[in-house]
């Protein structure tokens, strides 16, 4: 399968999606925000929410999560 390079765009062109963080990441201010679309996961900086963001195939980000934890 061949792996497409993530798509950087504002993140207000997400802004219809519901953003959330980890509920383990608390009151810290090193976090990310992540929004899901049928295919895609969208990350942003939770400190700069109109700032850059950028997606990936949700199953990237599925492995992603599970290589982390």
């Known amino acids: ?6 798509v950087v765009r504002q ?3 997400y802004g219809h999606l519901p953003w959330f ?10 976090c990310v925000s992540v929004a899901h ?3 895609q996961t969208a990350v942003r900086d ?4 109109m700032g850059p963001a950028f ?3 949700s199953d990237a ?3 992603f999560i ?3 934890r």
């Open 37 to 39: 679309t049928d295919t």
């Open 66 to 68: 599970a290589a982390v």
């Open 55 to 57: 997606a990936v195939r």
């Open 46 to 49: 939770s400190k700069n929410p």
């Open 21 to 30: 963080k980890s509920i383990h990441s608390g009151q810290q201010n090193g």
């Open 11 to 13: 993140a207000s062109e």
């Open 1 to 6: 399968m061949t792996q497409l390079p993530p």
């Open 61 to 63: 980000w599925t492995s």
